[in-house]
């Protein structure tokens, strides 16, 4: 998997300033949690600021964004099918994706981790949930 929009282990700073520069509405692009090893994060842009949201790799190689407590939880077989959902308006997100924000490095891929991923409940204010 090779997503032109995938930044690797980019930190959330660096990130803020790629969505930020242009101070358009719905910026995003995929990298690294900093927090969570082997977790992504879909980073979008809106109103000047920049919100995260948690995608976790499944068993079997299905990716579940992260929802709010009680959402009926999406699973996706690819992340190319779930940033396809997102780009539509009104999927649950605080702005629909509009414009991946590439990066400079063709070559990089997300790494691939045997982590087991464990449930957590959301308790950093640095991260926003998905609305139903």
Not at 1 to 28: A, I, Q
Not at 91 to 117: A, D, F, M, N, Y
Request: charged letters at 25%; proline letters at 6%.
């Amino acid at each position: 998997m090779d997503l032109p929009y995938y930044h690797g282990p980019l930190s959330k700073r660096d990130c803020e300033t790629l969505l930020l520069k242009e101070g358009v509405d719905g910026n995003f692009l995929l990298r690294d949690s900093e927090s969570m090893p082997g977790v992504l994060c879909l980073c979008v842009s809106f109103k000047k600021l920049v919100y995260t949201y948690r995608i976790f790799r499944e068993k079997h190689g299905y990716y579940n964004i992260q929802t709010v407590e009680g959402a009926q939880r999406q699973i996706f077989p690819n992340l190319e099918e779930l940033i396809s959902k997102f780009e539509k308006p009104n999927q649950g997100l605080v702005v629909h994706l509009l414009r991946p924000i590439k990066r400079t490095c063709p070559s990089l891929r997300w790494r691939r981790s045997k982590i087991e991923l464990e449930v957590f409940m959301n308790s950093n204010s640095d991260y926003v949930d998905v609305l139903p």
